[in-house]
């Protein structure tokens, strides 16, 4: 039988545990982190919505740099899923990547994280710097297999630019029609442009 | 003779006037909403640094919204330029806008002035407010007499995002190799890819 999750991460019948503790911990910093910003967000700040000793959290995940990457653990799955998206018929490579995109920002929870990831990205350079190297590590150095030459990965940047600006445009500056557009229509109009971004150079 | 202007904006051998005014309080408001944001920069601040009484800005542009957007007034010289870049051969649309790209980021003041505006954007609904009413009437309709339908408007927000993403990229985040190439190496590589915008979908 599968176990049934609360809100706060307790399987009913079980007492809270170290495991539940780190799931609130990181549940607070997620809903601070997405709607102060990182600077703005203090160890305080998270233990006192988690409700725990700040202690506890240093005790856990050490430095505040380390819960923020923590916290933003459920945007790995996108870089996880992209090895699968890449790899298949070339043609098709821009309808699913756009796919990708629209299957990372259905989720509500998932789409609040990367809005407050961009939002810090915009105004902090620490979380600039953390973001910068999740994008060179994680993802251009899957994307830049697949990309045509000779600098792949001047090319893989930009596709990450053209998924990071519709991000922009739909989600933070609400641009219509982009804004209001359904994902249907964001994947036929967007996965040409991706799908270009693979295609040889002219 | 040409006159010959210094950093404030006052000609040489002439009594600051009305216009020498204005001009010094909306270097000092670039400088604030560049350095600080939108909404952390007062009337006030702006006032303090340009060294005049802050009823005489409100006198002058009434409320912090119009400064911003006179303040933001050499960003227009881009959308100014939109129509002839992209009238001419439409083989080479994708290298003319690679080039205004460029040109509008080549100059340090006004790269200040962009930043500036994509950190308040991305952190404060007014300043996005604000900037998406400039895209939609000012860049938008320019650029979707040009890209290929049926959803013309929807085409044009995604050669904006694919722009608003390599200056994510490139300048805030500083994602490498795309934040060290030259100008002539970004050309060579957005070019391709913003032609394919214009092209028709497939």
Known sequence: MRRVKSISGKSPGRRPGRH????????????LFATSGYDRTSLRHIAKLADVDPALIAHYFGTKQKLFVESMLPLYEGPKLLPDVLKGDSQF????????????TGD????????GMMRSISSEQQAADIAR??????????VEAYVPGPNKKLQANLVASQLMGVFMTRYIMKVEPLASATTEELVAYLAPRLQAHFEPLK
Do not use: H
């Not at 490579?93 to 990372?104: D, K, Q």
């Not at 190297?133 to 899957?142: K, N």
């Open 93 to 104: 490579i821009g309808e699913r990547l756009a796919g990708l995109f629209v299957m990372m």
């Open 133 to 142: 190297e999740f994008m060179q590590q994680s993802i251009m150095r899957i």
């Open 20 to 31: 539940n503790t780190k799931a609130i911990i990181v549940a607070a910093a997620q809903t």
């Open 108 to 115: 509500p929870q998932r789409l609040k994280l990367v809005t």
